[in-house]
């Protein structure tokens, strides 16, 4: 699947408004969109142990359900596709973008309050091959 429109989710309240724009963008352009959740490993999934393993599989499973939940809504013109992977936000991310062709990537901005820049919307700016649209 060639240039699709990837979106980055934390699976928080705001992602409605993110999905919103990759939702738009893949009418747009015609292209599939591709919900992406990666769950952060709490230490090195090679050396977990049995209970993080099990804890990491728990946030997965529910990440996917709700992911899954969205397909209940989702408008039939637009196809949806879903990823969860344990793992790095931005290597996930940056990953699927190159393995899909994505057109762009659509995450919220990574700019908050007052203060200097801070997220990983400044690393995936740097490092993913096609365009980024942050959302705020």
């Known amino acids: 699947m060639s240039n699709a429109i990837i979106v980055g989710t934390d699976l928080s309240p705001h992602t409605s408004i993110i999905v919103d724009e990759g939702l738009r963008l893949a009418r747009a352009l015609q292209q599939p969109l591709v919900l992406v959740h990666a769950v952060e490993p709490i230490e090195d999934p090679a050396e977990a142990d049995r209970d993080t393993h099990a ?8 990440a996917e359900e709700k992911l899954n939940a969205q397909r209940h809504e989702w408008p039939p013109d637009v196809e949806l596709l879903t990823s969860v992977e344990l793992g790095s936000r931005v290597e996930v991310l940056v990953r699927l973008v190159r393995e899909k062709e994505a057109r762009m990537l659509v995450m919220g901005s990574p700019f908050r309050g007052s203060g200097p820049p801070v997220g990983i919307g400044l690393q995936l700016m740097a490092q993913c091959p096609c365009p980024v649209v942050l959302v705020p």
Do not use: A, E, M
């Open 55 to 62: 804890f990491h599989n728990k946030l997965i499973q529910n």
